[in-house]
């Protein structure tokens, strides 16, 4: 089990009290944390907002997030619920980890250079991407922490190549953001998370943490189901507590990040350019003979 054993309510008051103001070198100017999930569809990103919302507020279960239909992608919005004063959490529909464009579209979230609660577009084409880039540095976000939350189903067998893809990515959110993603094993119930959470740890996660959520079907509060929710927003709060025990240099690192997302960019699209000069060459190759 990851993290502390602490009594449910001071874990809980811990959380819900948690103000950037009142650390040791203030809030640094940030105003809020914003604690950006990301996975495939259908792996529990909206349950875990739920559990979460229902959790904290030691209340019934709501459903607050709305759980996805199949084709997933429908809506391309950006949806952040308020946790607590401080916290917000925010679900993504369209992710799919594994495509570049995708990806550079997340790391663009994770690096604040796209508004929240507004529209999500999927398929950039690489001129509007560097245009809307440019377009929000006209009013730059440098009030949201944003912590990334990798949510990731107990059942998944994940092959090789998705491994050294997980691995990478874990990396660069880190890049983009300052912060390991905190990985969220939903599902916990159906599975022995053990081993997906040993593959994680080797994957460079350092913290990994099973949870089952509350959902419409099972909304009955359960101890155990409690304390782990609340074990990864107590954990996420230590991350950020420790990040912002250094001074922080916005400007720079928001450059930084700025720098990391136009080479990724840059190099999704000479991929691109390559690949369609191999097919062309194939085809002609096709026609001569
Ligand atoms: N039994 C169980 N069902 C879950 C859990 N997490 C999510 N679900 C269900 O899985 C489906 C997809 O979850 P959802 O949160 O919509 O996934 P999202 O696309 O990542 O937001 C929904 O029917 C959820 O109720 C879990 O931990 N346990
Ligand atoms: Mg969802």
Redesign the pocket.
Known sequence: MAGPQRPLHEMRDYIRTFSLDTLPHGNQGYQRIVLQ?V?????????????CKCVLDDREFIMY????NAQ?AVTLKRTAYELTPTISIV?N?TVMIMKKMEVAEVYAQLGNFRPLNGPMKKNWKFDDYMTTLEDTELNPNYTDLTVPVL?Y??RHLHLDYEQEEIQTFLRECRLMTGFIPIVVI?????QNTSEVRNQFIAMGAEQVIP???Y????RERIWGKDTDILIFLYNALQDVAFYMSYQRDLRRERLEKKKFLLKYMHDVEIEKKVQEALRMAEINRRQKR
């Open positions: 999930l996975g495939h569809i259908g792996f529990g990103k909206s349950a875990v907002i739920n559990s997030a709305e759980a996805t997933g679900d529909r949510v189903h107990s939903t599902h916990k119930e159906s949870v089952e959520n959902t419409t079907e099972n």
